[in-house]
């Protein structure tokens, strides 16, 4: 909210330099949109704990929501110059009942956090397949791999904790605010998953 509140006053009392300005909207632009996430992450994470998290029962299209979910990151991976490796089982059915919306929100939520914790140039990978595989009900396994800074065995339970980083100077370095994963991880719990 300051960047928006800073950029904006400084847009307006520059208002005759257009470059200035459209510096300034792209900053309020990307600030919007993260506390926009945020606000939005909050909410989820409140329903949750309030146990009024529904999960929508309806049919999908499994490869559109990969597609849906890499389009919403293609912008953070082209600017740091990512590359992504795809693999995708081809047993997995193309037709799934569920809540898309909050699959893509679990799978968008991993690989922005590996395009964050990765160097620029990096190697991304997102692998999905099935785990099992009986009466037509399906556990999928996805996996995101990285080349980043790397998790200590130690710091891993942390990470799936509400406000909870891997150590106090990754919010500083990496920015953040610790709920993607925690909030990742209790809407896999509430689809049966873990």
């Known amino acids: ?49 309030a146990n009024k998290l529904e999960l929508s029962s309806a049919k999908f299209n499994f490869h559109k929501v990969i597609d849906d979910s890499l389009k919403l990151v293609d912008i953070q991976l082209r600017a740091k110059q990512h590359r992504l490796q795809i693999e995708i089982d081809k047993d997995i059915p193309e037709i799934f009942i569920g809540d ?45 791999s990285d080349t980043g800074i790397g998790i200590r065995p130690e710091q891993a339970a942390k990470l799936f904790r509400m406000f909870e980083q891997a150590d106090s100077s990754t919010s500083r370095n990496f920015g953040g605010t610790g709920l993607g994963l925690a909030l990742s991880k209790r809407i896999v719990e509430i689809m049966g998953g873990e």
Do not use: P, W
């Not at 960047?3 to 792209?26: F, P, S, W, Y």
């Not at 799978?107 to 397949?129: C, P």
């Open 1 to 49: 909210m300051n960047a928006i509140v800073g950029m904006t006053a400084i847009a307006t009392a520059h208002i005759d330099d257009r470059k200035q300005v459209e510096n300034c909207l792209r900053k309020i632009t990307l600030s919007s949109k993260h506390l926009l996430g945020l606000i939005n992450d909050v909410l989820d994470m409140s329903k949750m704990e």
């Open 100 to 144: 898309d919306f909050r699959l893509s929100q679990v799978i968008v939520n991993l690989l922005s956090n590996a395009i964050k914790f990765t160097e620029n140039r990096g190697k991304l990978g997102l692998r999905v397949f099935v785990r099992e595989s009986v009466n037509n009900i399906y556990t999928l396994q996805f996996e995101v």
